[in-house]
């Protein structure tokens, strides 16, 4: 077992390894969270900061769980209210944090390659918790456990990913992931919510959702992403669930045992129909919340272990 990151931006510079390590790691951390018994102890004496520029209550919740599950010293910055805000520079940001001593950084900015800059100017590991359009790999990661628990394998699916895919971090990450691990992807989009140079994920690309659905293992809606949006992608709301939300018919494209994914938050009777969403039977909307945890915790102990091993050196 290998997991030589010392931090985690993204996931196109993982090797497979790498990935199938901490998805082992996280699976026992989600039976232990399961049971009540999760190590306090694997980062005790190590304090985490959760900087989040962008407003994300499920992901930094998720973040500040994991950390206090495994016993670090948690605290959030209010980036909203910040000196940010009074014209202090990323870089400024960068050498206010050293100056704390932090090991463990967690970060979410609206802007591409903001946390990968943050990490070039900080002594501490850093985890990218999404950062505009470019990738969100503990997202992805979640999604890859959720599946593998679901399917019992991670590999040589049939997997749709479908909606906004032209704004999505959730898509780039999923689509570099889900192919590192032999797996089929197709991409379900309107031509407006497809990005250009989609192509080159070497990825399937379908504009009808029936079609882009038949016989796949996973089915992965995305959410609209209108913050990113600065023309009329869509014709309306409800055109756009007529034809790319996700229904009980379009659903039957599927095969019989797909499951439903999304990464939340979810805007019912547009991205998905309520009844799906809450299916007990097909939809793994909750455990990828619950697998949200345990990747984090994983993520953390392994780039923790990292950390405290370079400075012994």
Known sequence: MTFRARHLLGIEHLHPTEITT????????????????APRDRLAGLTQINMFFENSTRTQASFEMAGKKLGADVMNMSMQTSSVKKGETLIDTALTLNAMHPDLLVVRHPSSGAVDLLAQKVNCA????????????TQALLD??????AKGRLHRLSIAICGDIAHSRVARSNIMLLGKMENRIRLIAPPTLMPTGIADFGAEVFTDM?????????????????????????????????????????????KPDAIVMHPGPMNRGVEIDGTIADDINRSVIQTQVEMGVAVRMAAMDLLAQNLRAARAA
């Open 22 to 37: 901490l998805l082992d790691l996280a699976d026992t951390y989600a039976e232990a969270n399961r049971a009540g018994t």
């Open 126 to 137: 850093v985890l990218n918790a999404g950062d505009g359009r470019h990738e969100h790999p």
């Open 144 to 149: 890859a456990l959720t599946i593998r628990r």
């Open 210 to 254: 029936r079609k882009g659905l038949e016989g796949v293992d996973v089915v992965m809606m995305l959410r609209l992403q209108k913050e990113r949006m600065d023309g009329g992608f869509i014709p309306s709301e409800r055109e756009y669930f007529h034809r790319y939300g996700l229904d009980a018919e379009k659903l039957s494209h599927a």
